[in-house]
């Protein structure tokens, strides 16, 4: 079972779906690519809510998605779930059973500017229910503060217009103790026994202290080998609580030497922008696929061959002024990057993104991953002479 929805959906997928017979819910996302010819096994709302509601598994493309689920599936356990991993709060009540001692606090958005709210720095700031680092914010002393509560009057407002309530909602934000160390995202599911299934880890790279992009993503097996026990014990914890089956999910975590720390959980999907499949390049074999049949994945055969490798997708943002029909210079990017695997161009000038890049570094060509967290997105447009 499929729901595609906005800002993106792959040809990969689709393909997948068509090919398999997957059913697919008929929305507006569905009727574009009926349009342009691509045959898919689409149900209706209420057929489609029946197949859900009878114990099928789900994917979602994006959280755009949610509020469908939210509406249509009633109060099931399944909905019930999906809310309460959405509410970055509620996630946080839930984790005190396995993290008894970290610090957090949910605001409405009228007190964030209270001149009393307590809270040591540094802290995070972001919305109790979000996506794509839409209004976060790490905040070390009063400055930064100040920096971001005059950012989420104007330019969060203009976010979240982006994307429906249940994707991003203002009405309350989250403090929370900032967590020192890297950041990591998993792609896992639980299996029909509540087992925890992985099938992708990224390091989520920033360029400074203070950068909360989705820039650049990075896998290779040195990190499968260094931590897909670590984030399969905490998947295993979190379920001995949720109790869930037969469920795809995102996490993000920071990891400082040992300790292990959820940021959150994203229901119903695997990375955004179906950047997922850039584990299709590493195995050949795609998450939703792995995820609907039930595939568990041998990370020994998964990177025979590429154990020197890094595997990457880069997220390039729209800047705001650029043209609707402005053009990528794929020459000066394959000057910038030894292997680009894939260019997916982002025909949405909405989403604020231009394109995102499938990319394999050799062990000898690390520098071009930095390089990429600073890239001027100005530099790969082609000038169009008048």
């Known amino acids: 079972m499929l729901i595609l929805e906005k800002p993106y959906v792959s040809e990969l997928l689709t393909e997948y779906a068509k090919n ?15 349009e342009s010819g691509m045959s898919l096994t689409l149900l209706d709302d209420s057929r ?14 994006s959280e755009n998605a949610l509020s469908w689920v939210c509406g249509h599936l009633g109060s099931s356990d399944l909905t019930h779930k999906v809310e309460l991993l959405k509410d970055k709060s509620a996630f946080r009540e839930l984790c005190k059973q396995i993290y008894p001692g970290f610090l957090f606090r949910k605001v409405a958005y009228g007190e964030l500017f209270s001149s009393d709210l307590n809270f040591d720095f540094p802290f995070v700031l972001k919305p109790s229910v979000g ?31 982006r994307f429906p309530d249940s994707v991003i909602n203002d009405r ?19 299996d029909s026994e509540g087992k925890p ?31 897909l026990d670590k984030f399969g014990e905490f998947l295993a914890d979190v379920n001995s609580i949720l109790k869930i089956h037969d469920f795809p999910l995102h996490v993000e975590f920071r990891c400082d030497g040992e300790k292990v ?39 020994l055969s998964m990177w025979k061959g590429k154990e020197q490798d890094v595997f ?34 982002i025909k949405d000038c909405s989403v604020g993104v231009l394109a995102t ?30």
């Open 312 to 345: 990457s997708f880069v997220v390039l943002e729209r800047p705001d002024n650029l043209p609707p029909d402005a053009v990528i210079d794929e020459c000066a990017l394959s000057c910038m990057f030894d292997d680009i695997l894939e260019v997916r161009k």
């Open 357 to 386: 890049l499938f990319l394999k570094t050799s062990g000898n060509r690390l520098q071009e991953l930095d390089d990429a967290l600073t890239l001027d997105v100005t530099q790969i447009i082609k000038q169009i002479e008048k």
């Open 261 to 299: 720390v959820p940021i959150e959980i994203n229901p119903l999907r695997f990375a955004g922008f179906c950047l997922n499949e850039l584990q299709v390049h590493i195995s050949g074999i795609h998450p939703v696929k792995a995820f609907l049949e039930d595939i568990h994945p041998d990370y």
């Open 131 to 161: 996506f794509l680092s839409a209004g976060v914010y790490v905040v070390r002393n009063r400055k930064e503060w100040n920096s971001a509560l005059s950012d989420i009057q104007y330019d969060f407002e203009r976010k979240k217009g």
């Open 172 to 190: 309350y934000f989250l403090l929370e103790e900032y967590i020192p160390g890297e950041e990591y995202a998993v792609d896992a599911y639980f």
């Open 20 to 34: 398999n017979h997957i059913p697919v819910l008929k929305n507006q996302e569905t009727d574009k690519w009926t």
């Open 48 to 61: 489609f809510a029946e197949e859900c509601l009878s114990g099928k598994r789900l994917y979602t493309t």
């Open 197 to 227: 299934v992985v099938l992708n880890i990224f390091h989520h790279r920033f360029s400074s202290g203070a950068d909360v992009s989705d820039r650049l993503y990075c896998t290779s097996k040195n990190l499968y080998d260094k931590y």
